[in-house]
């Protein structure tokens, strides 16, 4: 079955930065696109980021355009998330998702997600 | 961007009893490129509906999606112990992807 585990995340202070991974198993990880989901504390879902089957096409959310990197190793079966620049406002658990498709926009599967906390 | 609203905020309901979750969208939706998720409390988002009104694989059938446009709605038929959870709508037909807030079901 899909299985989708993140890590890095922790505590660290406003300005630096952090990288999150996502290890995936169960399905053949080259063939779909992946996206990175954030909740903050008691606080809804928003959309961050998409990466396509092969890297080649990435998208993000405005908030974090220029600060965040997505990136992937397929021979690894990873997802990545470069953070830098990061603010408290980022302070969410991060969540990796499973695209059914190249980049269909929805997320079929999910990870149990990492904290990430942002604060001095 | 397109704003997503659900409504009610709360829904408080007892186990039996039909669920009706609203998701209204500040523009048209693409193509009813819209999805609903469960999230029971400390776990991941779950699909439950994709494309307004096909069921993820694994959903029981009391869950069922309907609309079009603007107006979108998520029916429970009958609520299982288990459905006491909060419920948002997505959609992905615009970019940026945006959710809704979310609207929780809890034990009346």
């Known amino acids: 079955q899909v299985q989708l585990v993140e890590s890095g995340g922790g505590v660290v202070q406003p300005g630096t930065s952090l990288r999150l991974s996502c290890a995936a198993s169960g399905f053949t990880f080259s063939t779909y696109g992946m996206h990175w989901v954030r909740q903050a504390p008691g606080k809804g879902l928003e959309w961050v980021a998409v990466i396509s089957y092969d890297g080649n096409r990435k998208f993000y959310t405005d908030s974090v355009k220029g600060r965040f990197t997505t990136s992937r190793d397929n021979s690894k079966n990873t997802l990545y998330l470069e953070m830098n620049s990061l603010r408290p406002e980022d302070t969410a658990v991060y969540y990796c998702?499973?695209?059914?498709?190249?980049?269909?926009?929805?997320?079929?599967?999910w990870g149990q997600g990492t904290l990430v906390t942002v604060s001095s | 961007e397109i704003v997503l609203t659900q409504s009610p905020g709360t829904l408080s309901l007892s186990p039996g009893e039909r669920a009706t979750l609203s998701c209204r969208a500040s523009q048209n939706v693409n193509r009813s490129f819209l999805a609903w998720y469960q999230q029971r409390r400390g776990q991941a988002p779950k699909l439950l509906i994709y494309g307004a009104s096909s069921r993820a694989t694994g959903i029981p059938d009391r869950f069922s999606g309907s609309g079009s446009g603007t107006d979108f709605t998520l029916t429970i038929s009958r609520l299982e112990p288990e459905d006491f959870a909060v419920y948002y709508c997505?959609?992905?037909?615009?970019?940026?992807?945006?959710f809704g807030q979310g609207t929780k079901v809890e034990i009346k």
């Open positions: 997505q959609q992905y037909g615009n970019s940026p992807w945006t």
């Open positions: 998702a499973k695209d059914p498709g190249f980049w269909s926009g929805y997320s079929d599967n």
